[in-house]
């Protein structure tokens, strides 16, 4: 947990967003000013006791948009990304309900389609060719030599690791792989995938 004493920044506009925050105790003001606000300035809208905050830019990777100062000492606890993505790492099942949550929450969509991963794919792989087996393409993401996963299936690390390749973001990585993972077991089949 983190203490903030009154007038304290919890979080501050154009940071990186590497944490999320979760009010125990106190209530805060957002304030949208470009500038760091004071004290009198005028409140966008206050956060109580029990919200949650600074999810946008943890999930997006983009830079905070708002400063968030305490109003009266004020606990938070604080989920640090690094946490998140060894939740992942370590349960892959939680991703999808993770995002879709998230997704529901703010309307998040994924920057990047199908199509464009698809493109990627071709261009990154060329030998690939959708009437042949896509060898390359299995030999890098399921082909079970990594002792992983067993063959034929697609982890979410072997599939971060594609995306990632072929310079998918983050964000869309795990929106994208939300709406592919439906079963929500952490793992896809290649051809689930393929067939994308």
Same mark, same amino acid.
């Given at each position: ?6 007038? *304290? ?5 154009? =940071? @990186? /967003?590497?944490? !999320? ?6 209530? &805060? ?24 905050? /600074?999810? @946008? &830019? ?7 948009? &708002?400063?968030? !100062? ?17 939740? !992942?790492?370590? *349960? ?40 042949? =087996?896509?060898?390359?393409?299995? =030999? ?11 063959? /034929? ?9 594609? !995306? ?5 973001? /983050? ?11 439906? *079963? ?13």
């Amino acid at each position: 947990d983190k203490v903030f004493l009154p007038a *304290d920044f919890i979080v501050r506009r154009g =940071e @990186v /967003g590497s944490e !999320m925050f979760f009010l125990r105790d106190g209530y &805060a003001a957002v304030f949208l000013t470009s500038n760091a606000p004071h004290w009198n300035s005028r409140e966008h809208h206050q956060i109580a006791k029990g919200s949650y905050f /600074g999810e @946008v &830019a943890l999930l997006t990777g983009q830079l905070r948009t &708002a400063w968030i !100062m305490a109003r009266n000492y004020c606990v938070c606890s604080v989920l640090h990304q690094t946490a998140i993505d060894t939740i !992942m790492a370590d *349960d892959p099942t939680c991703i999808v309900s993770l995002i879709k949550n998230f997704q529901d929450q703010l309307g998040l969509q994924a920057k990047t389609t199908w199509l464009e991963v698809r493109k990627r794919i071709k261009k990154d792989f060329p030998d690939n060719d959708e009437d042949e =087996e896509w060898s390359e393409l299995w =030999e890098f993401v399921c082909s079970g030599v990594d002792g992983l996963a067993p063959a /034929g299936v697609i982890t979410w690390t072997r599939y971060q690791l594609l !995306m990632s390749r072929i310079q998918v973001g /983050g964000l869309d990585q795990k929106l994208l792989w939300a709406l592919l993972d439906t *079963d929500k077991n952490g793992f896809v089949t290649f051809d689930e995938f393929v067939d994308r």
